[in-house]
């Protein structure tokens, strides 16, 4: 019997959606903002906030570094393993030579067994500790890698163009911690260069007063 939905320890698991790997994932966020970190993002949002812009591509591509750096998991290793399984499932379905395609058939026959029409498979003891799933049809082909707390970090699908990272709870807390950091530097700063600005003299006769504020 399938148990569904987030009652599932398994699918919770997947999902992000366990206390070890809620807790964890407020841990590394916390760790991840160093003071250097913090300075350098609301040295960002300042000089935004002159510009009258949201959060610049630099402040976003110093965030994604730190996180990076700090939070995400180490997937290059566990995908390229699971990269060489997905390659031997598809060696498995169809054969490199006709003239050999042909012989295996006529083998198959004899034996009464063919070529695998469906390969799935689970491997453990990946890199990192991490797990994955392959499911491989000679039509289409889809793999997972599962963090060591059993969360989904990436996925493959042929017909999806390959791999692609899935974020973290982890990532996706540390994502809202440094929004929230370079949101109250930035609201600081426009409140400054207003107040600044419903301050400057009026301009007397022959004078002429100038300033400019973005919005």
């Known amino acids: 019997m399938r148990i569904g939905g987030m009652n599932n320890p398994l699918e919770a698991a997947r999902w992000g959606n366990t206390p070890i790997i809620q807790k964890k994932a407020v841990e590394a966020s916390k760790n991840a903002m160093t003071d250097d970190f913090v300075k350098k993002l609301q040295d960002l949002a300042r000089r935004d906030a002159q510009k009258g812009v949201g959060m610049s591509q630099e402040a976003i591509d110093l ?35 006709p003239t050999l395609e042909f012989l295996d058939r006529m083998l198959a026959q004899f034996k009464g067994k063919g070529r695998p029409e469906r390969i799935v498979k689970s491997f453990s003891g990946l890199a990192g500790g991490c797990s994955g799933n392959l499911h491989s049809t000679p039509e289409n082909q889809v793999a997972t890698v599962f963090s060591p707390d059993g969360e ?18 982890a990532e996706n807390q540390f994502l809202g911690d440094s929004n929230d950091v370079y949101k109250q530097a930035w609201d600081a700063a426009r409140a400054e260069i207003k107040n600044a600005a419903q301050k400057q003299p009026v301009a007397c006769e022959g004078e002429t007063a100038t300033f400019d504020v973005r919005a």
């Open 63 to 97: 965030c994604h570094a730190q996180m990076s750096k700090y939070v995400s998991p180490d997937r290059s290793a566990p995908i390229a393993q699971m990269t060489q399984e997905l390659q031997k499932a598809e060696k498995a379905h169809k054969g490199e030579d």
């Open 152 to 169: 989904e970090i990436a996925q493959y699908n042929t017909s999806g163009g390959g791999w692609m990272n899935l974020t973290t709870k």
